[in-house]
């Protein structure tokens, strides 16, 4: 038994299909197979039921996963720890980024990196921040750039910045008549993300608004959000790196109004990384980059 057989067994499981598992293992599909099965013979147990129509894992499969999941994760941390000694800025970097700030904070800091730290690989991941925890704590993440802490000393956490929000609202609405909004005026007819975005709660808090408001009319993107509030269906919260976009694509033809808030709520950019992360240089590296990319008063 070697870490390549419980390699392409996990992908196996992963892809719940030998093809595809060998297309990302970077090897054909007789190999593949062969292998698992060479792994099947010296454990002296069936770890894949299959069938012509799809792949699953037997239950002894799904036990020995889980030891094979952390075999390959200590293993990946050796490299690691070997890769750190020799330069801690160069090779890969995996890391994860919410869906409401990658589109808006990675132009400003990507190429800045790429300058700044030419051996260095950003791998992105973008999605909500339950799953960049998961990704963080199955170590198919190295670090993340969530809104929200993770309030455990699982994770080490570094604060970056803090990032104003901004009030969205339909042209010819009541609160755009003023040059800000208070918060609490935006309760109404607030209109927030689908469930399991972090800028839900932040809007919510911010206008001291209850869960569920608007329930009917909840968005999996920002973009789709300004699009409710163009066409006059409440008002919203955007984090302030958005500001520019929305105003490139939406102000021009006066789709929707942007104001300042009045008790300047924020939300929090964390970085977030395991404590034995064996490259801090790396992460320090990334911070050094974005805190110079926003504006001086966000950071902290």
Not at 139 to 150: G, I, K, N, P
Request: aromatic letters at 4%; charged letters at 20%.
């Amino acid at each position: 038994m070697n870490l390549q057989e419980l390699r392409y067994f996990a992908a196996v499981v992963e892809f719940r299909h030998f093809g595809r598992a060998a297309e990302a293992c970077n090897v054909s599909q007789p190999t593949l197979s062969s292998q698992i099965r060479k792994l099947e013979d010296e454990l002296g147990v069936t770890l894949l039921e299959r069938t012509n129509k799809r792949v699953d894992v037997t239950p002894v499969g799904r036990q020995i996963l889980e030891h094979a999941s952390r075999a390959l994760a200590e293993a990946g941390q050796i490299e690691s720890v070997a890769r750190a000694a020799r330069d801690p800025l160069v090779g890969a970097l995996r890391l994860g980024v919410i869906p409401t700030l990658a589109p808006y904070l990675l132009p400003l800091i990507l190429a800045p990196l790429r300058k700044a730290y030419p051996g260095l690989e950003i791998e992105l991941w973008e999605d909500q921040t339950r799953l960049l925890i998961e990704g963080l704590r199955s170590h198919r993440l190295d670090a993340a750039l969530v809104a929200s802490s993770m309030g455990t000393a699982e994770f080490a956490e570094t604060m970056l910045f803090a990032e104003p929000l901004v009030a969205v609202l339909p042209p010819g609405h009541a609160l755009a008549e003023g040059e800000a909004v208070d918060e609490s005026d935006l309760a109404d007819d607030l209109l927030v993300m689908a469930d399991g975005h972090c800028l839900v709660n932040h809007s919510l808090a911010a206008c001291g608004a209850k869960a569920g408001l608007q329930s009917a009319m909840q968005a999996a993107t920002l973009e789709t959000l300004v699009n409710l509030v163009s066409a006059g269906y409440g008002t919203t919260l955007i984090p302030a790196l958005a500001a520019p976009w929305i105003e490139n694509r939406w102000l021009a033809n006066r789709g929707v109004e942007l104001r300042p808030l009045r008790q300047k709520s924020t939300r929090t950019i964390l970085l977030a990384s395991r404590p034995g992360f064996p490259r801090p240089q790396a992460l320090r590296a990334i911070e050094k980059v974005i805190r110079k990319a926003v504006p001086e008063g966000w950071r902290k």
